[in-house]
């Protein structure tokens, strides 16, 4: 091959590493932040039927996608396409991957700080008193002052970059197996926590009992956005980690179970909030504030809300943590092997790249507020764009490329791992229609609705 990387190409050392992995790039601030507000605003159960519907028929197959290109290419977004299809322009399809997982790291980075800000403060007991309901004006002060924001988006960028340093192996690998099973286990503690209050059970009933007078044509795009968000579709982060795969583990498996996993810390997610929201007769349409303003209000006046809340933000803190470096090893993945800069270098030049985008990220809330691209602060801008137009163009261009441009053999051989694996009767058929004409049709209608509202 023309472009040899400057350095050895790292692996995963093990299945489950790639699994947590996969799943810590997956759960993050979509499940713990977005997932719930999303619910609440558009009919609790309905909302989720429609979501489980997007992510078994539609957003499972084009991460099945990703994974192939990933693992067959063994290359980083850009070098995949330009592997698999040399002399072509596909090579530009991987550059929107890489653009879009630096758009969403700008932003990412600017909530990842925030968690560690609302850490801080439940560690310093913040929430243990009914002070929690100034938590509006202290929320809105916080993020639109200028220094404080930005210092805390900092430590989350430098806590990502020396993960990132330490290579697959031992940085996202050893980082991810550890930390998502205490996530899980501090999750599932916080959901039975909501769901044990008294008058909880109608924020459960909520939760699993679908309302469609709720569920409009925008609560579909909504559904449909979200899925492609949580499991980290577009920005070729599932196709950077596919490719230190090996050749023996099965893509449909790891697909399937990070899929799954993504799905159930969603649920888990809604379990842990909506329950207490009801409990203290809120309502659940609170928008993006519900974790940063409600939560703390409820904190404030739960028994032992003060733990409750140190978990909660560990929790978010953790799941922010794990998805980030997954969107930075994207933009590394590149450096090192089209640009050959050494890693320690790339970390060094993409974190001063993404120093400036996250500050003015964070500036866009406050002082830089009045700045303002197509009516959008910047903030708003890189989201987005890069939600709404660079990952969606990426899973787009990701499945017409793998059902149009490889041949059906090549995708068999690939899912089976080579024959190692056995498909079940008419998976590979019903697949390989759902990425030739399915997929591509949902997304279009996506792009279109997005681009339209
Ligand atoms: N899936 C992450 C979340 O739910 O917060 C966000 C994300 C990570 C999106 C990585 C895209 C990505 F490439």
């Known amino acids: ?47 989720i039927l429609v979501y489980l519907l997007f992510v078994v028929f539609i957003c499972l197959p084009i991460m099945m996608c990703e994974f192939i290109l990933g693992r067959r290419s063994q290359a980083n977004a850009f070098g995949a396409f330009k592997k698999l299809a040399p002399g072509t322009p596909w090579k530009h399809v991987g550059m929107l991957s890489v653009l879009a997982a630096a758009f969403i790291l700008s932003f990412y980075s600017v909530v990842g700080g ?14 243990t008193s009914p002070e929690g309901i100034l938590s509006e004006t202290m929320f809105n002060s916080f993020v639109t002052s200028t220094w404080p924001p930005i210092i805390y988006t900092l430590i989350f960028l430098a806590c990502s970059g ?26 599932v503690i916080l959901a039975v926590r909501s769901m044990t209050l008294p008058g909880s059970g109608e924020g459960v009933r909520y939760l699993f009992k679908p309302d469609f007078s709720k569920f409009t044509a925008a609560s579909g795009i909504a559904a449909l956005g979200q899925a492609f968000f949580s499991l980290s579709l577009g920005c070729g982060t599932i196709l950077t980690y596919a490719s230190y795969v090996s050749r023996s583990e099965n893509i449909v498996k790891c697909s399937a179970q990070t899929t799954l996993l993504d799905t159930l ?75 050959k800069l050494r890693r320690p270098t790339a970390v060094a030049v993409s974190m001063s790249v993404f120093v400036v985008l996250a500050v003015l990220c964070s500036l866009s809330q406050g002082v830089l507020s009045h700045v303002k691209i197509f009516s959008l602060n910047i903030f708003d801008l890189f989201d987005y764009v890069s939600a709404n137009v660079l990952m969606t163009f990426g899973a787009l261009f990701a499945v017409i490329f793998v059902g149009h441009k490889l041949k059906r053999e090549d995708i068999e051989d690939e899912l089976s ?14 697949l390989y229609f759902i990425i030739r004409w399915a997929a591509p049709v949902v997304i279009i209608g996506l792009l279109v609705a997005g681009l339209i509202s």
């Open 265 to 339: 810390f969603a649920l888990i997610a809604g379990c842990a909030i909506m329950p207490a929201v009801f409990a203290y007769g809120i309502s659940p349409g609170q928008g993006p504030g519900l974790v940063f303003v409600t939560l703390p209000a409820i904190f404030s006046e739960l028994p032992a809300g003060g733990f409750a809340a140190i978990i909660f933000f560990v929790s978010l803190f953790l799941a922010a943590l794990t998805s980030a470096i997954s969107l930075l090893e994207v933009v590394i993945a590149f450096l090192i092997e089209e640009c």
């Open 114 to 127: 925030w968690s560690i800000k609302y850490l801080v403060m439940a560690c310093g007991l913040k929430f």
């Open 162 to 187: 020396i993960i990132i340093v330490a290579g697959v192996k031992n940085g996202i690998e050893k980082f991810t197996k550890s930390l998502m099973p205490v996530l899980f286990v501090l999750m």
């Open 417 to 430: 791992s080579g024959g190692r694996y056995r498909l079940p009767k008419g998976f590979a058929s019903a």
């Open 1 to 47: 091959m023309s472009n040899q990387p400057s350095e050895k190409r790292d692996t995963f050392a093990s299945s489950l590493g790639i699994l947590l992995a996969m799943t810590g790039s997956a759960v993050g601030l979509g499940n713990l932040w977005r997932f719930p507000y999303l619910v609440g605003e558009n009919g609790g159960a309905a909302f």
